[in-house]
Nanobody, 128 residues
Framework: QVQLVESGGGLVQAGGSLRLSCAAS????????MGWFRQAPGMEREFVAA????????LYTDSVKGRFTISRDNNKNTVYLQMKSLKPEDTGIYYC?????????????????????WGQGTQVTVSS
């Protein structure tokens, strides 16, 4: 089992920044690729970003490329999502998730069905 706890959400004006954190406990954190997903009201959960177990590979959805950066610190068992130039359409509950792949899955890292463990989420609200 892996337990995931997100933090760092809040209310921010458009153009602002936030950094989300996801602290992991339980099994060896460095064995897992990690992903961030978000869900807006009335919408399905969508992929935001993913990072390999070593941090050498990342994947982003097109709408956040150049604005968001995913990173991880395996010594701290934490994955981060740095968000800049936030837009109202970035509003939603942000979830981190853990996946134990044999190999980095490339674009399939965006599939929520791959992920084995999920946090409870943290709310991000971007006002216009």
């Amino acid at each position: 089992q892996v337990q995931l706890v997100e933090s760092g959400g809040g209310l921010v004006q458009a153009g602002g920044s936030l950094r989300l954190s996801c602290a992991a406990s339980g099994r060896t954190f460095s064995n897992y690729a990690m992903g961030w997903f978000r869900q807006a009201p009335g919408m399905e959960r969508e992929f935001v970003a993913a990072i390999s177990w070593s941090g050498d590979r990342t994947l982003y959805t097109d709408s956040v490329k150049g604005r968001f950066t995913i990173s991880r610190d395996n010594n701290k068992n934490t994955v981060y999502l740095q968000m800049k130039s936030l837009k109202p359409e970035d509003t939603g509950i942000y979830y981190c998730a853990a996946d134990q792949p044999v190999l980095w899955g490339g674009h399939t890292m965006g599939d929520p069905e791959r992920y084995d463990y999920w946090g409870q989420g943290t709310q991000v609200t971007v006002s216009s």
